[in-house]
Nanobody, 127 residues
Framework: EVQLVESGGGLVQAGGSLTLACAAS????????IGWFRQAPGKAREGVSC????????SYGDAVKGRFTISGDFAKNKVYLQMKDLKPEDSAVYYC????????????????????WGQGTQVTVSS
C-alpha cells in the first residue's frame, strides 16, 4: 500500500525559501508519478508540480514556474519541493500525491490524475 507523508512546512517571510519533503513508499510498480498540490482556505486544490520516477520528467504550474523546483531521491523514497521567493499567495496546505502505474511518459498536475494522497503540511508566508 502506497503511503505518503509530507514534512517541512512552516512559517516563512515573503521572499524566503522553504523545502518540503514527501516520503513515498509501498509502490508496486517502477513507473509512478508524484505530484505536489496546494489548497488555500476557500480555494480549489491547485496543481503545483509533478515528477516521474522513471525518467525524472517534471512539470510545473504557471504560478510557481521559475520559483519552485521538484526533485526526487528515489533511492531514499523521497521527493522534494524546493520553494524560493515565496509570496503570501503561496500560503496553503501542501499535499503530495501519487499514482501507479502510469501509462504516459508525462505526469499531470490535475488532482484526478492521482489516487493516493498524503495528509498535507501547512505553509504560511507572511508579508
Amino acid at each position: 500500500e502506497v503511503q505518503l507523508v509530507e514534512s517541512g512546512g512552516g512559517l516563512v517571510q515573503a521572499g524566503g525559501s522553504l523545502t518540503l519533503a514527501c516520503a513515498a513508499s509501498g509502490f508496486t510498480y517502477e513507473n509512478y508519478a508524484i505530484g505536489w498540490f496546494r489548497q488555500a482556505p476557500g480555494k480549489a486544490r491547485e496543481g503545483v508540480s509533478c515528477i516521474l520516477k522513471t525518467d525524472g520528467y517534471t512539470s510545473y504550474g504557471d504560478a510557481v514556474k521559475g520559483r519552485f523546483t521538484i526533485s526526487g531521491d528515489f533511492a531514499k523514497n523521497k521527493v522534494y519541493l524546493q520553494m524560493k521567493d515565496l509570496k503570501p499567495e503561496d500560503s496553503a496546505v501542501y499535499y503530495c500525491a501519487a499514482v501507479e502505474p502510469i501509462r504516459l511518459d508525462i505526469c499531470g498536475i490535475w488532482a484526478s490524475y492521482y489516487d493516493k494522497w498524503g495528509q498535507g503540511t501547512q505553509v504560511t508566508v507572511s508579508s
